[in-house]
């Protein structure tokens, strides 16, 4: 009895996470990829007026599908799952098994990946800082008010952080989307908001407020975005990987950002990472 409880408690036992299959073999014996997105940060990634995923990162996913479907023994055309997701939700639904990859404007830091894996980047975006116009123009001034940001990201981190660096007593205020957060700085209920930029002036070209509030040129920080998958999954990643890597040497990639983003300025660094990350066949 007692050697055979050793056989299933000790070194060789195989308990839930490990026993699961590679994320390659499950798509395989599905049929089919998952691919989470969220509805409400574009133009990364978001519900277009037809109510169908879109955006930069879930072109880039789709893009991609077919090098996994081959990669995981599908034929290609095999049909893809869009699976909604939330900043607050995302990661739970990759751990969970929920969706395959995350398509979103995620940011690759270094405590992410100690339980996740990600693609090489695909766009590098900053922490930025929208102010209500007829108040407070830097963060040091915002004594004790409210400032926004969006629950379940970076910026979340960042916000506390520099917070309480240099307005300690200003008190912050969590939202579940990009748009309740820039509607209550238009009402006033609270004096900043805090996102990644691209996001951030994309919501605001879309709601068009009436009155426009001061955005700060600098950005906070610098926000590697990457496609977030399980961690260990080191054959789902060569895949995508490689359909990046197609599409940022065959120049592809500039049609999608014009597609996604319309005419804005790319910075020197965001134009300069496609040439390095891209990883030789």
């Avoid at 026993?19 to 998952?34: F, H, K, N």
């Avoid at 950005?219 to 975005?225: K, W």
Wanted: hydrophobic content about 40%; charged content about 25%; overall charge negative.
């Amino acid at each position: 009895m007692l050697a055979a409880a050793f056989a299933l408690t000790g070194p060789g036992a195989e308990g839930p996470r490990a026993a699961r299959a590679d994320a390659l073999t499950e798509i395989g014996a599905r049929g089919m990829l998952r691919l989470g997105y969220r509805e409400d940060a574009p133009p990364f990634s978001y519900l277009d007026d037809s109510k169908r995923p879109s955006g930069l990162a879930v072109e880039l996913c789709q893009a991609a599908a077919p090098g996994v479907a081959r990669a995981a023994g599908l034929p290609e055309g095999q049909p893809i799952e869009w699976v909604p997701v939330t900043a607050a939700t995302r990661f739970e639904a990759l751990t969970e098994g929920r969706i395959d990859l995350l398509c979103g404007p995620t940011t690759q830091s270094l405590q992410r990946r100690e339980t996740m894996d990600f693609s090489i980047p695909y766009f590098v975006d900053g922490a930025g800082i929208v102010f209500r116009k007829g108040g407070a123009e830097r963060l040091a001034d915002l004594t004790d008010d409210p400032v926004g940001v969006l629950n379940g990201t970076t910026t979340e981190t960042l916000a506390r952080k520099v917070l309480a660096e240099v307005a300690p007593g200003a008190q912050l205020v969590i939202f579940d989307s990009h748009v309740k957060g820039l509607e209550a700085l238009q009402r006033g209920e609270i004096e900043a908001y805090l996102g990644d930029q691209s996001i951030l002036l994309y919501q605001l070209g879309r709601l068009r407020p009436t009155v426009q509030p001061v955005i700060a040129r600098r950005t906070l920080s610098r926000e590697p975005y990457a496609l977030a998958m399980r961690r260990g999954e080191a054959g789902l990643r060569l895949a995508v990987d490689r359909e990046l890597s197609r599409i940022y040497a065959s120049g592809a990639i500039w049609d999608m950002i014009g597609d996604a983003l319309g005419k804005v300025q790319i910075s020197p660094e965001i134009e300069a990472i496609y040439e390095v990350v891209t990883i030789p066949e």
